[in-house]
Every structure is written in C-alpha cells, then in structure tokens.
C-alpha cells in the first residue's frame, strides 16, 4: 500500500483531494491529507509530492501503432520543400544496401509549391532500389520506377478498386498512388518484418508513449499488429493498454473463432471492425457534397450506403459494432444514414445497441450533426488535425470550413466523443492534442491569439475528458479506467505544474515527470522513490 500526498490531484468526484492510496494497482481511498494520511499511514509507505499535480493517465483514441513503430526507422518525409525530401531520400539511399527498400513516411504535397513528386524524381536519387514514401494522410503514397515495376504497375495498369494510379498525359503511372487499392499494389511487394520484428519494434515503442503520459491506445492498424499485440500481453512484457480494431480483411476470422467487440481483458481487448467510407483532404478524395474549392472532384466514396449496412449486418449479427473512417460531409452523411438503418436492425432483431463509432468526422454538415446523439454514435475526432490543416482546409473548402473540425458542436449537440492524435499522421503527444482543443492554434502561434474558428474550441475540461475517461468508457472498461477514484486503476502522471493554472498556449510543451499503470511506475525523471519498469 502507497499514499501519496500533498498533491494536487484532478478528480472531479472528489473536489479538494490532495493525498491519494494506491493498494494492489487500484487506488482505494482519495481525499484531504489529513484524513488520508490518518487513516492508512500506519500500513502505508508514504510519499510527499511536495505539490506536483496528479492527472489520470491519458489515452490515444485512435492509433495505428504497428505503422508508428515502423515510421520510426523510416525517412522522415514531413519537410517544407519537395527538394529537401529529395535530399534526404539520397542521404538514406547512399547509406542502404543495393537490393535494400527505400521507405519514407510524412510528405504533403499541399505545403510544396511545385505539389506532387513524380517517379522519375525519385528516381534520381535512389538509383536502382526500389523507393516507397507514404504521405502524411496515409492516403497516399509516393513509388519510384522500381517500385512501379516490381509491382506491375504500367501504363495498362487498371485502377484497382477503391484507389487510383495518377498518370501523365500519355497515360503513365506518376508514381503517385491514392488510397488503399492503389498503393496495396506496391505494399504488397515489400518485404514485409517477422512477427519477431513487429513485437520488438512495438516493445520499443510503448516506452516513448509512456513519456509522454499515455498508459492506454485505440489501435485501428492491421492483423500483423493484432497478432503481436497478443504475443506482447501473453508474455506480460509490457503494461501499455490497448483496445484493438478488428482489420475488414480479416473479419470473417473474428467471426469464425467467436470473437466480438469488448472481448479481453484490461489491457487488450477488442473494439469495432474498421471500414473506410472515403480517403482523406489533403489528396483531395474525401468524399463532399460539392466540389472542393476550384475542382470539379468530389472525393471518392469508398463504401455506399447499402454496402455499409451490409457489412453492418453481418458484424451486429455477430456482436461486432463498426467503426467507421469518414472524412467529407458526404460521407458523414451516408455513413449516419447506414448507422440509422442499423439500430433499427438491432431493434428489429433484439440485439444490444453496440458501441459504433466515426473516425475523424473532419467535415459535417450542421444539420448532421445531432444524429449522433439521436443514434448514440460516437465522435472519435483527432483535434491536432485541426490546426495542422487549418490552410488547406481554408482553400479547398472556403466557408464551408466553419463546419470543419467542429468539436464544439458536436459537443453541444449531445454527442458521445473520444479524442486522439492520428499517429504517425501527427504526433503522439496527448499534450499538442490538447493544445490543439483548447486553443485551436499551432505552437508557434498562428493563425492568432483567437485561433482557427474559436468557436470550436473545447474546454480543458472536455479535453481532457475526451483523452482520459471517455476512451475508457468506449473501449466498455469505464468502470475500471479513465480517472482517479476509488475501485478504478491505479493509471496516472505526474506533473510539475498545473495545466489549468497556465497560459493555454503552454499545454503543448508540458510533459509528464512520471507515468504509472495499475500503480507501476513506467516512465519518470523525477526522484520520486519509484523505479520504472523496463519493457
């Protein structure tokens, strides 16, 4: 048993505690110092916080992390010139064996004034190896001429369903492809890491989420990722908590062995099967009511209304619930509009209104907007896409931008939300997340004091709600996880200062001094007497 005191702790249900009891992972009393050091001290051991706040420890609501733990060892491609990609492309290239894979993560065409790269350009600096650069979105992605080739990729190449190979004038591939059928083509060719290598690469990463305060993620990455996953929890090599998409490709093995949303335990169980409804902004294949700004193009709908409900059948059928990525209002709406029909097949049918979910819900139209509290669909929305994108957005959307990212009213028309961060299509870091909510603005400061349509800007409050207890409570361990009260898990940090005492434009650079799950210390650089854990 462990007190800790002269804390400042966030616990709404108990205003004004500052001393807190840890006993066998679970906190068992909060409450003033006096009442809490007289009541447990004598079997205690006991640590004086000299003052540090005490948070319950956060939660990702949407990662995929088998493709974080790959992009780590990857180029970094997130650079304000397609020619400083370029270059860091050949710095990698000259340094890689000759028959090795050149792969880079990051690149947005929207920030290079000259836009997309071409193979022959990559060509130039990776010299007979094969080169694949995914772009930021992870909607898209960038190959060279030995990629193209080994892949079979050529000028009688057909689009695959759901993606397309962008071609020149004359009908030649590019090398950019979009989407998922498009740039499975050349993934599909790429030497692909053991299952030993996915489980040390992940073992590796969990300490860099734990630095930054996370103890728990929804992972919506792939089979590969679910099967190391479960290696890692078997071996109890490390106590990082996930709650685990089912993959599309492989949910008819899911329902053949009996599995259904919620299957598990604390610290790896099973969410809703992952669809995709349309791609994304930034290549301009979100799927919109009206062209984006100066095109004709309205985005790609990957899944129609009756393929959705379809699909929605068969997983509630089988206890399976449905998450669902959906960027463009078009795609919200059908999306909403499958969701309705669903709930109305599970009242038909007797079945359990089960936890579904949109994923990003980046562009809505207002008067889509209370459907999600009429259905009792969850908002998981990344709020550090908001001022990441907040220039795109503006010239591909104009005023329809006042309905983008829009926390606040989703907020304020009822609906159930979780928060998270998109990685590695942004950083990992719960406190930019939070930054991102509370002030609308980038870190260095723009658009302004006021931030991006400040009307859309969530308290610290809701923010931390929506990456603390709110996951918890998706992910059906809400009774367990998610905030500091007696019964629930010990999973918390410590902080050297209060975030709600300082200037909100200071949230992005907080980082925890400690991190604890089910009372085991996991990260700290304080000398607190505690020693971490190592994976």
Not at 187 to 197: F, H, L, R, T, Y
Request: hydrophobic letters at 40%; charged letters at 20%; glycine letters at 8%.
């Amino acid at each position: 048993m462990i007190i800790l005191h002269n804390a400042n702790i966030y616990a709404p249900d108990h205003p004004g505690a500052t001393a807190l009891v840890i006993d066998q992972g679970r906190f068992s009393a909060i409450g003033p110092d006096a009442e809490i050091l007289d009541g447990f001290s004598p079997m205690a051991r006991v640590i004086n916080l000299e003052g540090k706040t005490i948070w319950p420890g956060l939660i990702d609501a949407h990662v995929h992390l088998r493709q974080l733990a790959e992009s780590v060892s990857m180029i970094d491609c997130e650079t304000s010139t397609l020619e400083e990609c370029l270059s860091r492309v050949k710095t990698a290239a000259d340094q890689l064996p000759e028959d090795a894979w050149i792969k880079g993560h990051g690149w947005n065409q929207n920030r290079w004034e000259s836009g997309f790269g071409n193979a022959h350009m990559l060509d130039s600096v990776s010299g007979d190896r094969p080169a694949y650069l995914t772009a930021k979105s992870l909607h898209a992605a960038w190959a060279n001429s030995r990629a193209l080739q080994l892949a079979g990729i050529d000028a009688h190449t057909p689009d695959p369903p759901g993606g397309t190979i962008l071609r020149d004038a004359e009908g030649h591939p590019t090398g950019i492809l979009l989407e998922a059928g498009a740039m499975g083509l050349v993934e599909a060719v790429i030497p692909k890491p053991s299952p030993d290598e996915t489980i040390t690469k992940l073992t590796a990463l969990f300490p860099k989420l734990w630095a930054f305060g996370l103890v728990g993620v929804h992972d919506f990455d792939d089979f590969a990722c679910w099967k190391a996953l479960q290696a890692i929890d078997q071996a109890r090599a490390t106590p990082l908590r996930v709650h685990k998409s089912i993959p599309f490709d492989h949910l008819d093995a899911f329902i053949n062995a009996g599995l259904r949303t919620g299957f598990g335990h604390d610290r790896l169980n099973l969410g809703g099967v992952k669809l995709f409804s349309d791609g994304a902004l930034g290549p301009q294949t979100a799927a919109m009511q009206a062209p984006f700004e100066g095109t004709q193009t309205t985005g790609d709908l990957l899944l129609n209304e009756d393929e959705l409900v379809e699909i929605g059948r068969l997983a509630v059928d089988h206890g399976i619930a449905l998450a669902v990525h959906a960027i463009g209002d078009r795609a919200n709406h059908i999306v909403l509009n499958a969701f309705e029909h669903l709930r109305a097949y599970e009242e038909d049918h007797h079945l359990p209104h089960l936890p579904h979910r949109i994923e990003h819900v980046q562009i809505v139209d207002p008067s889509d907007l209370p459907r999600f509290a009429q259905l009792g669909i969850v908002a998981s929305v990344q709020p550090v896409h908001a001022p990441s994108d907040m220039i795109m957005a503006d010239r591909y959307l104009g005023k329809r931008a006042q309905h983008a990212y829009a926390y606040h009213s989703l907020l304020a028309s009822g609906a159930a939300y979780a928060l998270g961060s998109d990685t590695p299509v942004e950083p990992f870091n719960p406190f930019l997340g939070l930054h991102a909510a509370v002030t609308r603005r980038r870190l260095d400061g723009s658009p302004g004091p006021e931030g991006w349509h400040p009307g859309q800007r969530l308290s610290l409050n809701e923010a931390l709600y929506g990456f603390s207890h709110s996951p918890a409570l998706i992910s059906g361990q809400g009774s367990l996880l998610g905030k500091i009260s007696p019964s629930f898990a010990a999973d918390f940090i410590l902080l050297e200062s209060d975030p709600f005492a300082i200037d909100p434009h200071q949230l992005g650079h907080i980082q925890p001094v400690a991190t604890f799950i089910a009372g085991q210390c996991v990260f700290k650089t304080t000398d607190i007497p505690f020693d971490p854990v190592h994976p």
